[in-house]
């Protein structure tokens, strides 16, 4: 395999395949409990943990994440002390920002992304996704994060056509977000079918794949990672922990060690005795 | 510069699930929106059931008073009371060809969620309004009026229960249904198409208005002024002038002024971001988007004022809360008209610059009638 990426985040999903990859919303319900919360999912097993900076107008969420994003920001989360929090932690597993683009543009003056992924990088964050960017009008920011050796990773839908995943698919950094069914974030009872359709589509690209939206319990892990992902990709389950849970932290790491424990049982045995 | 561009501005910011069913529509939209059929369909709707033309209106009282002579294109006499119908035909003229078989729209107070119902009930299509919860109880006759004519009022409660919210869970509807689906976007914001296709539908305001103007004046007139919350009924009327030497006023929603950080300006006071779907002036983060109309109380703009105001085509600036209050009652009292709240930005602008004796003719565009908003004036007035 591509052994000599120098993609912190691709290196990352090859060595622990297939990978866990968390999101949480930052601030919520405070940046104090974010720290806490990640250095959980990254005992738990979790091998690249996204950290949501939260937007007032999140459209591609779903409730969940949603109102975590309301909690994040009624508890005055703002930009610098996201990059101060993430400057503190020590993680095994790399860290990406996922936030919208008004959030990039407006950090710096003149609609320049580059003062965002400077300060980005220098918080130590390995990779951006953002939602609201289509491929078509991310030269700018893409520029700014090969400047600073960020990743910026794409995602896929199963709308997009063929035209467009070719041009995805060049451009993604780290890895290719594959969103495997329609609609908003969330979390949902069973995996979508749709995931094997999604990934057949992909199988040419070098690139690793994760799927996501949809994901909450282990065995859904295991059937993704048996359609063929490199890594699983999973939020609103852990946002709602987040929510509901009398101990978080204990219930993250120990969601984390499912997840990570099912996607490694998708892992197809190489022969039985 | 592609389709849906506007100097930088405009574009697709939409998560990747959203932008092939846009480019659908927008397809869709490039092959029947001129044909001469669907054209034809539209005006006889436009004509017997939301009441066009309307009347371009000189206003004698007030122009005395201020020293210009002000003429006012009377949208407040449409259907429904307001240019929202001239949009809504237009796009679920479009679904109903392209074979949807359900429309779905956000709105805030109502307005646009009522005109959404009544093409829907016209047409026969199943039609779903997505409303924050804190809207439904505050406009409780709108939304009564939407159910009346058969439509589903979804109470949005997530988030802060606003329109903010409300157009996620619409996009989130629209993500999961676009096969059958149209989404009725209510003013020129959003990503490509919405921005050109609404203006297109709505430029029938100054198409109408230049004509009028020329019959009844002889020449065009000086300046058009507008109100702009997303900007529908200001590009609207703008569109057909803009190769003509006229001078074009965008009256934002000012709010509580230009040094409080309660306002909805973004064109005045913003600065350069994306939101829904769009590139384009968003308010700055730490301001709350505040005006005492709720059809102006948005973050952002349409991408093709920010174009205007980045070219210099148009000036805008935020009209004060009080002063569009003024502007409200002074038309009442001296023309017998009561505008809209958000119309009443338009008429203050359009006093301003009377005052000033900037201009000698000012056509301004009265985008809707003032009944929905007896609520608030009741509550700022008071009769002895
Ligand atoms: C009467 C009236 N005018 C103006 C507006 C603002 O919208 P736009 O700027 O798209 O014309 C509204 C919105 O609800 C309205 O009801």
Redesign the pocket.
């Known amino acids: 395999m591509n052994a000599g990426t120098d993609s912190e985040i691709e290196r990352t999903i090859r060595e622990n395949h297939p990978a866990l990859i968390a999101y949480i919303t930052a601030g919520d319900p405070s940046l104090e409990e974010t720290r806490e919360y990640v250095e959980a999912l990254d005992r738990g097993g979790a091998d690249l943990i996204e950290l949501g900076l939260p937007f007032s107008e999140p459209i591609a969420e779903g409730p969940t994440i949603q109102a975590a994003i309301n909690r994040s920001l009624e508890a005055g989360t703002t930009p610098g002390a996201f990059f101060d929090l993430v400057a503190g932690l020590e993680t095994e597993a790399p860290l990406l920002v996922m936030t919208y683009y008004n959030m990039i543009l407006q950090h710096g003056p003149d609609a320049d992304p580059e003062p965002f992924v400077s300060r980005a990088a220098e918080a130590g964050l390995a990779g951006i996704i953002v939602p609201d960017l289509p491929a078509e009008e991310s030269g700018p920011l893409r520029k700014a994060c090969e400047a600073h050796g960020l990743d910026l990773v794409f995602i896929v839908a199963p709308t997009t056509d063929d035209e467009r995943l070719d041009s995805i698919m060049e451009r993604t950094a780290g890895f290719a977000y594959v969103q495997a069914r329609l609609g908003t974030t969330g979390a949902r009872a069973d995996v979508s079918g749709a995931t094997h359709d999604s990934l057949a589509r992909l199988d040419e690209y070098p690139i690793p794949k994760a799927v996501g939206f949809g994901v909450s319990e282990g065995d859904h892990a295991a059937e993704i990672v048996s359609a063929g992902a490199d890594g699983v990709i999973v939020g609103s389950a852990l946002v709602d922990l987040i929510a509901e849970s009398e101990d978080p932290v204990a219930a993250l790491e120990s969601k984390a060690r499912e997840l990570k424990a099912g996607a490694e049982r998708g892992v197809p045995e190489p022969e039985q005795p | 510069m592609s389709e849906g561009e506007f100097e930088g501005y405009g574009g697709r910011h939409v998560p990747e699930p959203l932008f092939e069913p846009l480019a659908t529509l927008a397809a869709a939209y490039d092959e029947v929106g001129d044909s001469e059929a669907f054209q034809t369909e539209l005006r006889g709707y436009l004509e017997d059931f939301a009441g066009r033309p309307t009347p371009l209106y000189h206003a004698a009282n007030l122009s005395e008073r201020y020293g210009a002579e002000i003429y006012l294109k009377r ?2 006499l449409l259907h429904g ?4 119908i001239n949009n809504c035909l237009g796009q679920a003229l479009l679904a109903k060809r392209a074979g949807r078989e359900r429309l779905i729209a956000e709105t ?2 109502g ?2 969620g009522v005109a959404t119902a009544m093409v829907g009930a016209l047409l026969g299509l199943e039609t779903e309004i997505y409303m924050g919860e804190k809207d439904v109880a505050r406009q409780e006759m709108n939304v009564f009026r939407m159910r009346l004519m058969g439509a589903d009022v979804t109470e949005v409660t997530r988030g802060g229960a606003g329109l903010a919210d409300a157009v996620d869970a619409a996009l989130e509807d629209f993500a999961e249904n676009v096969d059958s689906t149209h989404y009725l976007v ?4 959003g990503p490509d198409p919405f921005p050109r296709m ?1 203006r297109d539908f ?1 430029s029938v305001i100054g198409r109408e208005a230049r004509e009028q103007f020329r019959e009844r004046v002889g020449e065009l007139p000086d300046a058009a002024v ?11 009327l703008f569109h057909a002038f803009r190769d003509d030497p006229v001078d074009f006023y965008g009256a934002e929603g000012g709010g509580e002024g230009s040094e409080s950080d309660r306002h909805a300006a973004p064109l005045a006071r913003g600065e350069d971001g994306t939101i829904h779907g769009m590139r384009t002036r968003v308010i700055d983060d730490d301001v709350e988007v505040h005006s005492v ?4 109380d ?1 973050p952002g ?2 991408p093709e004022h920010a174009m205007f105001r980045a070219v210099g085509r148009c000036e805008y600036t935020g009209v004060t809360d009080e002063a569009a209050l003024a502007a409200f009652r002074e038309l009442a009292e001296t023309e017998g008209i009561i ?5 009443s930005h338009a008429v203050a602008r359009a006093i301003e610059l009377a005052e000033e004796g900037a201009h000698d003719t000012i056509l301004v565009n009265l ?3 003032g009944d ?1 908003d007896m609520a608030t004036a009741a509550e700022k007035f008071s009769f002895q």
């Open positions: 949208e407040d009371g307001a240019h929202k805030g107070a307005q646009h209510g003013s020129v914001v609404v709505q507008a109100c702009v919350g997303g900007g529908s009924n200001a590009i609207g109309s709720a059809g102006l948005y703009v349409g505008p809209a709240l958000e119309s985008s809707g009638r929905k």
